[in-house]
């Protein structure tokens, strides 16, 4: 998104080319985005966009849904978000609020898609306490913002991930953090290109960790890890529960720490995850719950609502999938149990 409108032209390598990363592309494209894939790479030419002369369709990306609505608006567009069934039902008033405030005319269906966004009478600053822990949030004002009238502020009170920031520093974007805040100035040039390999994704890597800490006789090395301190908090739970983990051959890339992470077998014990923790480990939850069923305890996972806001109900499934395999599993409060113990039953009544 951000070498859509740099200076010149950017590569990035090592994408996961999924779904969403389409979506990102084509909306790209039809705000006329200049990008191709070579071989292995993706090249982005940077150049000035244009409102779309149709609907933008971000598929069943949050991500993108939220992202490209601050990007746009930066560029003083007028478009429309679509996005797909699942898409649809998930809310988007949390970006809507501050976009408002920041002079853009906007409607929506009670606050789901489709989203109209009327950004062409250009970008007030804001200073913006964030109501809730939401990294796709603060990266939506902080786009926003680079088109902005005068420096923009943001409040997070809980840290969220901070690859928008690290990437904005990056690319020559004037941005810093003070205590809890973060300042934006408006760009005063266009953001340099870049050339970046992007890192192993910790999310993704999960699923094998936590494959590795709960298997019999397990030493598994992750290489060329995103080690990012907002990223990685499922490590810190991990090693909270017992779990044997070598951290080594650090280095930075673009901003970014990565480096290699060893995981082996272990004797999992049940912890109290507090809630300033789960925005760091919003996406790893689910195999946490996994590992925590392997305890000798109950784990209990504080404040976990914004899990039913996903593509699903995530709280539910996960909850509903423990149980199928026999481990006693619930909420209450908002607040995730999991009573540790061996899986009792195979099952095929699972959900995906």
Not at 103 to 121: E, F, Q
Not at 134 to 157: C, D, H, P, R, T
């Amino acid at each position: 998104m951000l070498s859509a409108i740099a200076d010149g032209e950017s590569c990035v390598k090592n994408l996961n080319d999924g779904a969403d990363l389409q979506s990102t592309i084509n909306i790209l494209k039809d705000c006329g985005a200049l990008i191709e894939q070579r071989n292995e790479k993706i090249i982005i030419n940077g150049r000035k966009l244009h409102s779309p002369k149709t609907e933008l369709d971000c598929g069943n990306s949050g991500t993108t849904t939220r992202l490209i609505a601050g990007l746009l608006s930066s560029q003083k567009l007028i478009f429309t978000l679509i996005g797909d069934e699942s898409l649809s039902q998930r809310p988007m008033n949390r970006i809507i609020q501050p976009l408002k405030k920041m002079g853009c005319i906007m409607s929506s269906n009670k606050g789901l898609l489709p989203l109209y966004v009327d950004a062409s009478n250009g970008i007030s600053a804001i200073d913006y306490d964030m109501e809730i822990a939401s990294a796709q949030v603060k990266s939506s004002i902080l786009f926003s913002a680079l088109g902005g009238n005068n420096v923009s502020s943001i409040n997070e009170v809980i840290p969220t991930r901070n690859h928008s920031e690290i990437m904005l520093k990056n690319m020559g974007a004037s941005i810093e953090t003070q205590g809890t805040k973060i300042f934006v100035h408006p760009l005063e040039s266009k953001l340099k290109a870049i050339d970046i390999s992007v890192p192993s994704d910790p999310s993704s890597s999960a699923f094998f960790a936590g494959l590795a800490v709960i298997s019999n006789n397990s030493k598994l090395k992750l290489t060329n890890v995103l080690l990012n301190e907002s990223r990685i908090g499922f490590v810190e739970v991990l090693r909270r529960m017992n779990c044997l983990i070598i951290q080594s051959n650090e280095s930075i890339h673009n901003g970014e720490k990565v480096g290699d992470l060893t995981f082996s077998s272990s004797s999992i014990k049940a912890v109290e995850v507090e809630p300033e923790i789960i925005p760091s480990i919003i996406d790893e939850i689910p195999i946490l719950a996994v590992v925590a069923a392997f305890s000798s305890g109950v784990t209990v996972f504080k404040n976990v609502e914004e899990l039913k806001y996903k593509e699903c109900d995530r709280l539910g499934a996960i909850i509903h999938n423990l149980q199928a395999f026999g481990i006693k599993a619930y909420e209450n409060n908002n607040n995730l149990y999991v009573e540790g113990g061996k899986v009792k039953k195979n099952v095929t009544d699972y959900y995906i």
